[in-house]
């Protein structure tokens, strides 16, 4: 097996531990959707003194652990119902091309210390040029549907996601002032030396302008008007039955978790430890048996933040009732884009008389 | 090898697509087309190992531009039988400003040789000191071209400005919402509590 292995040429090796790479994460990725929308139900239930869902069990345990296999299981045997009078292929492609960003950006993000699928130079461009294209599904979706409703849906996602893109870019470009790279994994190290020297403490505003664009960016409450059901029923995807609307709700939430994802990336450390810093490396603390590698750094570290982030998605939505449209608007360009310019002005302070990240 | 399997294979791509941005009949579906062509642009750029204007390829042109675009053209009614009919009448032209196009970039690419750094026979974008093509771009225009680089900096702001300042323009009897007075709403604003005695019954 090893002489096989050794005999294959780089090219043909370096590709299959990709792919298997590729394969884990999407799996990975696809389950904690699906566990992610039950936890959405039970999260939101307990907040409003419900129980959330829990009927279905697996193998009799568990109440409600079975809910997203049933869901997905409803969805997969529906009928799928195209409109006499859509674009059939951009209808059908459509929920595809709102999913392939969410996926596609999981490459560069480092998952593990030192770790990424592909580590790319260039790896933040590469997750902004990717954001901005899940909004085409989108688009496509509400033009393909030939349904009044699905286009205003869709127009006004498309005006809003474009308007909330700049505050994020704004924001990145202050996360770069301060790692002075574009690869995520440079991002991460350079913010080494716990809990207080992660972004999150100096671009604090960049911070919240960065997860409140995200949530807009994924179409969430409260900024989900593109799918307002009081005013245009269900928005974009309006016209889509079966596995089609599934798949519009996977690329949901799995940008949700992406968001999450990179959020803890950019401004709390990726998979750092906030006690890395405090406690030196060598320390005995991190020689005690399980608990040590649990206080070390490490993926669950990630994991970790990127559950408390998903967390707070779900509970803006518990909350906030949705803005109205024109407020959305007011917020991206008018105050959200103007706090992320003066930040980047007071960062060009802070390089300059070395404070923070600067330091030497 | 593979590189150039790849490389014509995203060619064809990018040829097909081009036609369609001209080709086809719905202007929804050009747009797309051209979207296309725009991707398969950056791959050939990624080969080339350019992969910072790749990318920011897709960011500018299709993750922003072409999205408006596709907005607006969704909205319009464009008559697209009116469109080309003029279509053979500019065909000539259109095929006279290709050449003429196609001629300068040889021109730029071969007389040129793009400063002489570029290895004709690989065509592969020289590699320079810094292994990073953002870091090299970035260097190149903070230091050697920083004036025009600023220049074009300020061009485009006043751009963005005169775009503004065109397009506003203050009509009579507009319902504008003032938010901020909005939220300075108070209750004895629009609330107004009446006693009433009541009825008594006769």
Redesign the interface.
Known sequence: MMAWWESLSE?ARSTAVSTLWIIVVTVVLILSVAYLTLWERKLIGWMQVRRGPNRVRIFGFLPGMGQPFADVIKLLIKEIVVPSASNKV?FRIAPAITLIPAFAIWAVVPIAPGFAIAN???GL??V??????G??GV??AG?ASNSKYA?LGA?RS??Q??AY?IAMGFALVGVLMASNS?NLGVVIEKQAGGFLSWNWFWLFPLFVVYFISGVAETNRAPFDVAEGESEIVAGFHVEYSGIGFALFFLAEYANMILIAALTAVFFFGGWQSPLNGYVAADSSLFQIPLLGPLLNDGTHWLAFKLFLFLCLFLWLRATFPRYRY??IM?LGWKALIPVTIVWIFVEMLMAHYKIGPWSP | M?VNILFYAFALVLLASAIGVIGSKNP?HSA?CL?LTFFTAAAIWLLAQA??LA??L??VY???VM??F??VV??LDIDIEKIRSGFTRHFWLGIAVAIVLFLEIVGVVVARGLGANVDMKSGMAPVGAA????TELGTALYTKYVYPFELAAVLLLVAIIAAIVLTMRQRKGLKV?D?GAQVATRREDRLRILQMPAEKKE
Do not use: C, P
Request: glycine letters at 2%; zero cysteines.
């Open positions: 090219l951009l790319v130079d260039a461009l590469y902004l040029s990717l954001t901005s294209v909004v085409y688009i496509l033009w286009f127009m498309a005006a996601i474009v893109e574009l024109d407020q007011r | 593979l929804v797309l979207v992969e910072f990318i920011v897709v960011l299709v993750g922003a999205v408006l596709l907005f969704m909205m292994d990073s093509n953002a919402q938010i």
